[in-house]
């Protein structure tokens, strides 16, 4: 099959979050399953500065009501893969992807409804002749409608699927900020009291939805876990299904990871401890092995559970234990962060930056990684702790619950620690249960750390399971 991903991250070329690291390893997984696989994304400054590249075809013209937009296409093969930019500097040439430090950019809607035309008409331009175009999260959501609206004879058999990894960014904008769309306020259903509700669009318009873990999709299907969006979701969920996202082991492997001190496997684990002592070298903590340290590498937002640990870091800090945060974010978490690393400066480090060397050995250096979240549509983290064997400690949400099994629920199969009660004094609980079997059962967490080596997720199955789904749209 011919299949487009209009995707706004691709790790490698531009990444903030988890959805890069899916732009990245699904599309090169397909590829790998035989498809036809192409990539149409914008722009961005970034991109602009890694690469100089040519343009794909003669500079491109877009109309909407009184409106023009010039534009260009630019294209680079990477790893195998078509890569489309859309270059149109007005909206993608900024310091940032998607706001000003934490202030998001008042045109968000307008920037990403016009690259969702755009990427359409670099289709039609460069006659891509897509089978499926593969949408993910608000970014892109209008494709589905512009594609069913204004998708001329080329697009006929072209089917669109819809990926959610993150329910909670919705894209709700001012239709009247969006000249780009204007022209359609009579026919988009979406639009209430003068606001546009991008993904809600996405749902309405898709084919097809997915999103990243199974128990993701059941929870979008409730009032508590959809982000007010259950009511679509349930008119739509014939449509809907969870796939679980993969691990890519070619990247995350700690026998052969290049950013770690010294490699391991689940047959040698020893090197592990040396990774624990540069890490802790190197974001000054006390250099004990005997201390559990446990690590979080994310975004620092509200979802990432920071309200129920913020709370009970006195309490924990009370015990023999050690933990290092890297993330950017809400300038708010990350001053309470920075003055707490400054008053713990032995027993707790905040390194408050995008760095993915830091993000490799916090995986390989810590005994535990820590995901407390309030939500979370699949998570990654936690399975590259998993193939490190640092064992996660996660809510049982989203896709930790699907990925992370506990002792006490499965003795003989568990890989981490599970908590529920979406409260400080749950995450409090669950932390000191697991800083107990370290201490208690050092036999058994070893054992565990072996098992968690040898979980496998792949994007292979992840592959798999997409596959047959656009093989629902485009039966053979
Ligand atoms: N400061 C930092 N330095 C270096 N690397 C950092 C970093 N902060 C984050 N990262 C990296 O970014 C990725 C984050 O992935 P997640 O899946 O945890 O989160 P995110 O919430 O962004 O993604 C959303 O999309 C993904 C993909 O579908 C879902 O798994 C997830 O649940 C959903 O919220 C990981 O590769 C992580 O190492």
Redesign the pocket.
């Known amino acids: 099959m011919k299949i487009i991903f209009t995707i706004s991250e691709v790790?490698e070329l531009v990444?903030?979050?988890?959805?890069?690291?899916?732009g990245k390893a699904l599309p090169l997984a397909l590829k790998a399953a035989g498809h036809d696989v192409a990539i149409v994304m914008p722009y961005y400054q970034s991109i602009r500065q890694q690469f100089d590249l040519a343009t794909a075809c003669p500079q491109q013209t877009l109309f909407a009501e009184s409106t023009v937009y010039h534009f260009d296409i630019r294209q680079l093969n990477w790893n195998g893969i078509d890569v489309y930019f859309i270059d149109y500097p007005p909206y993608f040439d900024r310091a940032d992807l998607y706001s000003n430090t934490y202030e998001a950019y008042s045109d968000n809607g307008e920037r990403f409804s016009f690259f969702c035309g755009a990427a359409l008409m670099a289709m039609q331009s460069l006659a891509l002749a897509p089978d499926i175009i593969h949408c993910?999260?608000w970014h892109t959501a209008m494709l589905p409608f512009l594609l069913k609206h204004d998708g001329t004879g080329e697009f006929a058999n072209t089917k669109s699927v819809f990926?959610i990894?993150?329910a909670?960014f919705q894209g709700v904008h001012r239709l009247e900020t969006i000249p780009f769309l204007r022209h359609h306020r009579g026919i988009l259903s979406q639009v209430h009291g003068g606001y546009i509700n991008m993904l809600q669009t996405g749902i309405e318009f898709a084919d097809k939805i997915t999103t990243?873990?199974p128990n993701?999709a059941q929870e979008l299907l409730t009032d508590l876990g959809s982000h007010g969006l259950h009511h679509r979701l349930v008119t739509r969920q014939q449509d809907l299904s969870g796939i679980l996202?993969g691990c890519d082991y070619t990247q995350w492997n700690p026998a052969t990871d290049p950013f770690l001190p010294k490699n391991y496997s689940a047959d040698d684990v020893g090197p592990k401890q040396h990774c624990k002592q540069v890490l802790q070298h190197k974001t000054g903590l006390a250099e004990k092995s005997g201390t559990p340290l446990i690590g979080m590498?994310?975004?620092?937002?509200e979802?990432?559970g920071f309200g129920y640990l913020l709370p009970v870091l006195d309490e924990l800090m009370d015990h023999n234990v050690q933990l290092v945060i890297?993330?950017?974010?809400d300038p708010k978490v990350c001053m309470d962060l920075g003055e707490y690393a400054q008053n713990h400066p032995t027993q707790f480090a905040f390194?408050n930056?995008?760095?993915?060397e830091?993000?490799?050995l916090v995986?390989a250096g810590a005994d535990f990684f820590l995901?407390p979240?309030q939500?979370?549509?699949?998570?990654?983290?936690?399975m590259?702790s998993l193939a490190y064997g640092t064992l996660p400690i996660v809510r049982a949400v989203?896709?930790l619950k699907d990925t992370v099994i506990d002792p006490k629920d499965d003795a003989a199969n568990a890989t981490g620690f599970v908590f529920s009660l979406p409260s400080p004094e749950g995450l409090l609980a669950c932390i000191r249960r697991a800083l107990l079997f370290y201490y208690e059962h050092p036999e058994r967490f070893r054992q565990m750390q072996q098992r968690a080596m040898h979980t496998r997720f792949t994007w292979q199955t992840a592959a798999n399971d997409y596959q047959a789904l656009y093989q629902q749209l485009w039966p053979v």
């Open positions: 790790e990444k903030t979050g988890g959805l890069a690291d899916v993910h999260d990926t990894h993150n909670a990243v873990s993701y996202n590498v994310c975004r620092l937002t979802q990432k890297v993330g950017t974010g390194i930056g995008f760095s993915t830091y993000a490799h995986e995901m979240s939500f979370e549509p699949c998570g990654l983290n936690q590259y989203g896709g």
